[in-house]
């Protein structure tokens, strides 16, 4: 029973690994032991109160108004080509007015206030800087 002081020291250095060894062993066990449980009592709940159906992922966002709208009236001026392209001259003035005409004019309008707001903020911080981009 009488140890020397090398072996004590030894025995020391060894006592955290063998202390981890086992502290993972337990907890593995508990982990094991509270998953087991957790299986059980949902497959138990599921037997008794039936399983609530997950609601199905969403579905895509459709076209705007704006844009059904818009979709709409390109459908109508392909339809309108045809009988314009076998139209006679005189018949085909009415027609070409409605196919001529853009439909996103207002867009384009937004567009271009939009450029127009961007530009104005940027002479605004930076007067000298546009002034000297612009004229070069």
């Known amino acids: 029973m009488n140890q020397s002081d090398s072996q004590k020291q ?12 086992v502290k993972d062993k337990g907890m593995n066990e508990v982990y094991q032991r509270v998953r087991t449980m957790c299986t ?7 037997e008794r109160f039936g399983m609530k159906e997950q609601p199905s992922a969403r579905a895509e966002a459709g076209l705007t108004r704006r844009e059904m ?6 459908q ?17 003035s009415g027609l070409h007015n409605i196919l001529r005409r853009k439909l996103t004019t207002s867009e ?10 961007r530009r104005r903020a940027a002479f605004m911080a930076n007067p000298f800087g546009v002034t000297k981009k612009i004229l070069g």
């Open 69 to 74: 709208k818009i979709s709409q009236l390109r």
């Open 76 to 92: 109508e001026l392909s339809l309108l080509r045809k009988p314009h392209n076998q139209a006679k001259q005189e018949e085909t």
């Open 40 to 46: 059980m009592v949902i497959s138990i709940a599921a």
């Open 108 to 117: 384009w309008h937004r567009r271009r206030g939009r450029e127009r707001a």
């Open 10 to 21: 030894t025995q020391h250095y060894q006592y955290p690994e063998n202390a981890d060894a």
